[in-house]
């Protein structure tokens, strides 16, 4: 094992995964830009309040539907054929809005790229933690993290530099192209995910896969838990269809997390996606979105001014994600994701503090840093990484496609409404309210995540049946849940894995987030 963790990184492994992280700059590409491109727009077409805000959160609203469909699509074309979908359908929004005259038009591009930015979400940390080994699997998926944070600083450095243009908007949307047509460009080089052709049927071609990103020590590891895994087989893989003669049909994913969830898959959902929507109920992209506006309510008039403070936060947080993905696989998922929400909700409170209290720039700056900084090292890449990680593969694509839609589905919600909430409750007030959010996010996650880190994604099964049967484990002294409705049914009991005894256990009731 020694011998193994000294072996470094293959080259192919972190090609492949930075490549397909670029995904994630879209998205941060877009928030980044809009900030400031909206800023013109609203110039040129006098666009109302309620125009505005849709613009800015309808992508965020739309992208929660598009990652919907992008479990079904990986599942039975292909983690990489799902990327090129959606780098295409980005590529068309994006032409349709710089080409618009008004509105409608901008409005629909907006729509479009939001379908795309939705289904290239979900499968960008879902590839890179299907092909990474566990020991190097938290800081890789975290580059999607990573990503959206340099493309938010680009977005913000584009804003700067074609402030002087001729319909400036128009130039920095369209910047936004070169990311998805290199991702195009690199699929062709780059290898599909090992989980995927396993379960299709494929598995020398996973092997060979596996061999050019990993040791040979963890290959035959992998294989083995591969091998040994009862969940392994997504209901709309290949493999399924072929066996479906030899064996009763399995339930589909979406019975087995809706319809007929087992203790195990309720204890997942409640983790995973709790982390997911508490990531944006407190406000992150909204600040992000609308940093300008802030920086207007604390008294900074200048546009151009505006715009270099906004760039230096943008900084700020891409440094602090550097340092997130370094620490994730070093300090762990959880203590992370602690220190995180409760800077995030300290910087909530002094931001809506230092606007109250007119304590001008140096405290609103403060407060944005902490902000950006708290987010960055642990909620901003730790979400994804959990959700890539938790669930077991037959219900992954689906369980993140779902993750995705609430996490985007409150982005939306909350950037859509944003201007509107501050005018009713004033800025300082609106930041008060994320703040308290923040704080129940810390609680929630302090009571309730156990640490995942350097388990292979075939034992994360045997370690949530463990959890949820209330067997005691290193790291998970607060892992204590609520009554899940334990009366359960023999159906309900095969809907994770087959090969796990079926304890009918109550849980420990504690604390009111479950």
């Not at 349709?96 to 379908?115: E, K, W």
């Not at 809506?352 to 901003?380: D, K, P, Q, S």
Request: with cysteine.
């Amino acid at each position: 094992m020694a011998g193994q963790e000294q072996e470094s990184i293959k080259p192919l492994l972190v090609a492949s995964v930075m490549f397909t992280s670029l995904v994630g700059s879209l998205l941060g590409y877009d928030i980044g830009i809009i900030s400031g491109a909206i800023i013109f727009m609203e110039e040129e077409f006098s666009f109302s309040t309620f125009q505005a805000e849709t613009i800015v959160g309808s992508l965020n609203l739309i992208s929660a539907f598009g990652g919907l469909g992008s479990g079904f699509i990986s599942d039975r074309w292909g983690r990489k054929m799902t990327l090129r979908i959606s780098q295409c359908i980005f590529i068309v929004g994006t032409l349709l809005m710089i080409c618009s005259n008004g509105y409608a038009g901008i409005l629909a591009g907006r729509v479009i790229m939001g379908l795309g930015i939705g289904c290239g979400f979900v499968i960008g940390p879902l590839y890179a933690s299907e092909l990474s080994p566990a020991r190097f699997r938290g800081a890789l998926a975290s580059l999607f993290e990573v990503a959206i944070g340099i493309g938010i600083l680009l977005g913000y450095g584009g804003a700067f530099a074609c402030r002087h243009m001729e319909n400036p908007w128009r130039y920095m949307i369209g910047i936004g192209m070169l990311p998805p047509i290199m991702i195009i460009i690199f699929l062709f080089c780059l290898p599909e995910s090992p989980r995927y052709l396993w379960a299709a049927g494929r598995e020398e071609e996973a092997k060979a896969v596996l061999a050019k990103v990993m040791s040979q020590a963890e290959v035959d590891s992998c294989v083995e838990d591969m091998q040994g895994s009862g969940t392994l087989v997504s209901p709309r893989s290949a493999r399924s269809a072929a066996n479906t003669a030899a064996q009763p049909e399995e339930p589909s994913p979406i019975t087995q997390l809706f319809l007929k969830p087992t203790k195990v898959t309720k204890l997942l959902m409640l983790i995973g996606w709790t982390v997911s929507i508490s990531q944006q109920l407190n406000g992150s992209e909204a600040v992000v979105y609308y940093i300008p506006t802030i920086m207007k309510s604390a008294g900074i008039e200048d546009r151009d001014t505006q715009l270099i403070y906004t760039m230096l936060i943008g900084v700020c947080r891409t440094a602090f994600i550097g340092v997130g993905c370094y620490c994730v696989d070093r300090l762990g998922r959880r203590p992370l994701l602690v220190y995180s929400t409760a800077i995030i909700a300290f910087a909530l409170f002094l931001l809506a503090f230092g606007i109250a209290t007119n304590a001008g720039i140096f405290v609103t700056m403060t407060a944005l840093c902490l902000f950006m900084g708290g987010y960055a090292i642990g909620i901003g890449p730790v979400n994804m990484v959990l959700m890539s990680e938790i669930f077991p593969y037959h219900l992954r694509a689906t369980a993140m496609s779902f993750g995705l839609f609430i996490n985007r589905l409150a982005s939306g919600i909350v950037a859509s409404t944003f201007l509107s909430i501050t005018d009713v409750l004033t800025p300082q007030g609106a930041y008060a309210c994320f703040g308290i959010i923040a704080t129940a996010s810390f609680i929630f996650v302090y009571k309730m995540v156990p640490e995942t880190q350097g388990k292979s994604l075939e034992e994360m099964d045997a370690f949530f049946q463990a959890l949820a049967n209330g067997d005691s484990l290193d790291q998970t002294d607060h892992v204590e849940l609520d009554d899940f409705d334990t009366a359960q049914t023999d159906d309900e009991m095969e809907g994770l894995s087959s090969g796990h005894d079926a304890e009918d256990t109550k849980l420990t009731t504690r604390g009111p987030f479950v």
